[in-house]
């Protein structure tokens, strides 16, 4: 079993910024891609970014490339979004969640392990 904790939301005005952290504890999931979804309020839940288990492979969806930045600490299971430039649009549940393989994918079902979720809210 894997365990994934999010934190760092909040309320933010727009153009403004926010990191969330993705804890993991239970097996390591370092040797595993990770991956950032959100779901607004009535809305399907989206691919936001991911990240290879080694780190130097990326991928975003359109609307934040640019504005936000996986990023990953293998030494202590953490996995990071910055999120800069905020919209309101940005706002959503936030939640990391952990592949099934080793490299990088946008699709749900590919992701096993999902954490609780963090509130991001931001205001126009």
């Known amino acids: 079993q894997v365990q994934l904790v999010e934190s760092g939301g909040g309320l933010v005005q727009a153009g403004g910024s926010l990191r969330l952290s993705c804890a993991a504890s239970?097996?390591?999931?370092?040797?595993?891609?990770m991956g950032w979804f959100r779901q607004a309020p009535g809305k399907e839940r989206e691919f936001v970014a991911a990240i290879s288990w080694s780190g130097p492979t990326t991928t975003y969806t359109g609307s934040v490339k640019g504005r936000f930045t996986i990023s990953r600490d293998n030494s202590n299971d953490t996995v990071y979004l910055q999120m800069n430039s905020l919209k309101p649009e940005d706002t959503a549940i936030y939640y990391c969640?952990?592949?099934?393989?080793?490299?990088?994918?946008?699709?749900?079902?590919?992701?096993?392990?999902w954490g609780q979720g963090t509130q991001v809210t931001v205001s126009s």
């Open positions: 239970g097996r390591t999931s370092s040797s595993r891609a």
């Open positions: 969640a952990r592949s099934r393989t080793v490299g990088i994918g946008t699709a749900r079902n590919l992701y096993d392990y």
